[in-house]
């Protein structure tokens, strides 16, 4: 498992991290880095813009908990949790 | 200038040499075929979700000089790194390896103008193939309500392209999008990608210097190109095995580790150096252009919608009350018309009965042609009402709620939410369902839902459903709120539903194999319907319908018409007297017997008595049995069919609707009825599980290549549906209902 953090966003990181499928509805967070380098299916989430340095801001859970709803760049999109426990984010607050 | 376009200005097309090939790229959902058809004049369909479009459209645009311009409307993109099979249609046409085509010769890359970051990717990577490009920034509408502004000069000043603002929705901005398209082709310019110069860009442009000489050694031309698919033969090993095939493989191999591992000195991974290069460029460019005025985001509205329509408890209850009421208002509202249209066709034989001579050719357009034909367009509210309801769901954005809430369902069976819409589109007709599923990333995904997909009922089931349940299930309200007709149409379609799922699950268990899915599907915000199209799209699924009616159930009602009518029985010649309705009911039963053996020992009864052993333990009598042969045609058929059979059967000169005739049917021998409720359900069943569609077996033939799945398809259906349909028919006599 490689975790990649830009050498930027080290120092910022005081704030505990998470990955995008533990996040609370409203709750807004800054896309970090992500598990096991990105494979082939969340490469289409990175060419939609959530790369490292984007805001994200979790929406909801589908009525029956998968998928979720998130909100990146001004657009909304649901994907599977499974995919989104491969991304790293650090909240705002 | 470029010399590679020098040669594209005067293109090989078969359309002469002053033909110029326009193409519209964009993401999917921004607007471009409501563009399309702005510019042409055409109508093709839209609709509120991604993946509308899967195939490739083209139309002309009226110009006004001897030119002559095609438009070419491709499925939607995110990237030039296609996922699924509606995405590799876009982008073979645009990287020209399509073999059919030469590449367009110029680009209107339309951008939805509420999203522009995710837009200036796909255009970065569309300019970096050295096209010239015009962008159109569509939606302009929802920007200024949204409450910011942006400096399209200074846009088109960095992006190094022409900019048109437009609504295609509104068909504002398209006269200014035509000249920019006329006035562009006789002023080419030189190719060029996009130049970066944010420091990210300077950076990993020095890292791929190496790499860079070597593409340009071998066939690209300008620097920003060798750099761009430099970039994607680091990320994509795809792009990198197209690259080794043209020779020096190794050398080439040796270039992209080196780059990679300089990469991952820097900390980036090398399948992100393209992504990340492109947005930290964007993010600059949107930063200096786009301003935010007032407050407002183009989401808040749904999101509000949103909070009832998926929310947790209510979201899925809704979802299932507005499919049954669509049902449900199907069978209720559409009888008022279709009670108009009935009486219409019954007048119709009369007066033809009433002015015609009588003889053979009275016989064959009273019995055959009206009563045939007529008896089908009686549905025609029907298939009004669902596409109606169908259209207005796509327009919405419900469509993509439906697959969010749906998806986890669906995964149980190894789906995703991106088989929603094909399964949904499949209730109208199963060939854009099936074509639909192109958008579907899994093979395995694709080929489960393509192969269940006929299984949802079509609108050509539709009839058979009323007529039976018309004709068997009275008319009963429990508790005010649930109609007995209706609920018996409900569950023919959950039936097909449920055994689709079942189906799906055996698919994917034990006969397709493949890697298992992910769901990443765009949420777009809701919209009114465009009522215009929405007509439009009722209209053409009419046309098509009472066009079917005058080709199709026409000629085979002719043809049914001689077949139930000769040769005739020599001795009987005796026609019944005309008089008034209860008379001629009387002559009508009192000669049962007598017509019963004339129609019996016709060609269409001699092959119906073959048939009739095989289909009896179902329930049927030999007319249905003709009826589920000439149904492989359409399966609206069977209805014209049996229309014809009573018609020529009553030998008297009226003609009688068809639902009073099934009614009446008797066996000749023993005197009980042909149709009973029992009956009725065994063959809607039978209706539900059948793939009695050749239209239907040939787009599967050509979505999945083979012969082999069509084939497979049309046996297990077919099996399924005698197997059921015995089962209902068999059960049902033991427990008495026969
Ligand atoms: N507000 C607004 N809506 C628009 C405009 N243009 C198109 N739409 C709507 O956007 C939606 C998508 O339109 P389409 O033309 O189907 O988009 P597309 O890019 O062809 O979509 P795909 O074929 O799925 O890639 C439809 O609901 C249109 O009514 C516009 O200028 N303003
Ligand atoms: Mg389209």
Known sequence: MSTFKPQDAQSARAVAELTLDLMRPGEEAVISGYHNDVEDEALRLLEMGLIIGSVVRFIKKAPFGDPIQIRIRGFDLSLRRNLARSIIATPIR | ?738
Not at chain 2, 23 to 40: D, R, W
């Open chain 2, 1 to 738: 200038m470029n010399s590679d376009l020098l040669e594209k200005t005067v293109p090989p097309s078969k359309s002469g040499p002053t033909c110029f090939r326009v193409a519209i790229v964009g993401n999917p959902n921004s607007g471009k075929t409501s563009l399309f058809n702005a510019l042409t004049g055409l109508k093709h369909k839209i609709g509120n979700f991604p993946g509308v479009t899967v195939e490739r459209i083209s139309g002309m645009i009226a110009s006004p000089d001897k030119v002559a311009y095609e438009l070419i409307d491709l499925p939607g993109l995110y990237s030039l790194m296609p996922r699924s099979l509606d995405e590799r249609i876009a982008v073979e046409v645009l990287t020209g390896s399509a073999d059919l085509e030469p590449r367009p010769d110029l680009i209107i890359v339309v951008a939805d103008a509420t999203n522009l970051q995710r837009s200036l990717y796909l255009f970065t990577q569309v300019a970096d193939l050295g096209y010239p490009i015009i962008l159109a920034l569509n939606m302009m509408d929802l920007v200024e309500k949204q409450g910011y502004r942006i400096n399209i000069d200074g846009l088109a000043r960095r992006l190094d392209v022409p900019i048109v603002p437009v609504i295609a929705k509104n068909k504002k901005g398209i006269q200014e999008l035509k000249q920019a398209v006329f006035s562009m082709d006789h002023t080419l310019q030189e190719a060029r990608g996009t130049s970066f110069d944010d420091s990210e860009s300077l950076e990993l442009s020095q890292i791929c210097l190496p790499l860079m000489h070597w593409l340009k050694q071998h066939g690209i031309k300008s620097e920003a190109g060798a750099f761009a698919e430099a970039l994607r033969i680091v990320s994509e090993p795809e792009i990198a095995e197209k690259w080794k095939q043209r020779g020096d493989g190794d050398a080439l191999q040796h270039l992209v580790e080196q780059v990679r591992t300089k990469f991952s000195e820097r900390g980036i991974p090398y399948r992100q150096a393209e992504v990340r290069y492109r947005y930290s460029a964007i993010d600059q460019i949107c930063a200096q252009n786009v301003l935010q005025e007032r407050k407002g985001q183009r989401t808040d509205v749904s999101e509000k919608i949103d909070s009832v329509l998926t929310h947790r408890v209510f979201g899925p209850l809704i979802m299932v009350l507005i499919l049954a009421t669509i049902f449900q208002s199907i069978y209720v509202w559409a009888s008022v018309p279709m009670d108009a249209i009935e009486g219409l066709i019954a007048w119709l034989g009369d007066q033809a009965t009433a002015f015609m001579p009588p003889g053979a050719l009275r016989e064959l357009i009273v019995d055959g042609v009206i009563a045939g034909v007529g008896a089908v367009l009686i549905f025609l509210p029907q298939i009004v009402f669902l596409f109606f309801f169908l259209a207005i769901l796509e327009d919405t954005g419900y469509l993509a709620r439906v697959a969010f809430i749906m998806d986890r369902f669906l995964a149980k069976v190894g789906l995703s939410g991106r088989s929603v819409v094909p399964l949904l589109s499949s209730f109208a007709c199963a060939i854009p369902g099936i074509m639909a599923a192109r958008t579907i990333q899994n093979n395995k995904d694709r080929l489960i839902t393509i192969l269940v997909a006929p299984f949802m009922s079509c609108s050509a089931r539709l009839p058979v459903y009323t007529l039976m349940i018309g004709a068997f299930f009275p008319d009963i309200w429990f508790g005010g709120i649930f109609y007995l007709p209706g609920l018996i149409l409900l569950s023919m379609y959950l039936l097909g539903v449920i055994v689709a799922v079942i189906s799906a699950t055996i698919l994917q268990k034990w006969v397709v194999q493949g890697r298992s899915t992910n769901f990443i599907m765009e949420l777009p915000i809701y919209r009114a319907p465009v009522w215009h199209f929405v007509f439009v799209r009722v209209y053409d699924a009419a046309r098509l319908f009472v066009a079917n009616a005058g080709k199709i159930i026409l000629a085979i009602s002719i043809i049914l018409w001689f077949l139930a009518s000769y040769p005739k029985k020599q001795t009987d010649t005796v026609a019944t007297t005309p008089g008034g309705a209860e008379q001629v009911e009387n002559s009508a039963s009192k000669a049962v017997g007598k017509v019963d053996s004339q129609i019996r020992q016709s060609y269409a009864g001699q092959l119906g008595r073959v048939i009739e052993p095989v289909i009896e333990p179902l329930g049927f009598d030999w007319k249905i049995g003709i009826g589920l042969i000439t149904s492989f045609a359409a399966r609206e058929v069977i209805i014209s069919t049996m229309a014809t059979i009573y018609n020529v059967e009553d030998a008297d000169e009226t003609s009688i609707d068809l639902r009073t005739a099934i009614k009446k049917d008797v066996y000749a021998d023993t005197g009980k009825p042909v149709f009973t409720p029992l009956v009725a359900l065994s063959l809607m069943v039978f209706f539900v599980l059948a793939c009695q569609c050749m239209s239907t077996l040939a787009i599967v033939r050509k979505e999945t290549g083979s012969w082999k799945w069509p084939i497979a398809m049309f046996v297990y259906m077919f099996i399924l549906a005698y197997v059921a349909s015995f089962a209902v028919f068999q059960v049902g006599s033991l427990l008495g209902f026969a």
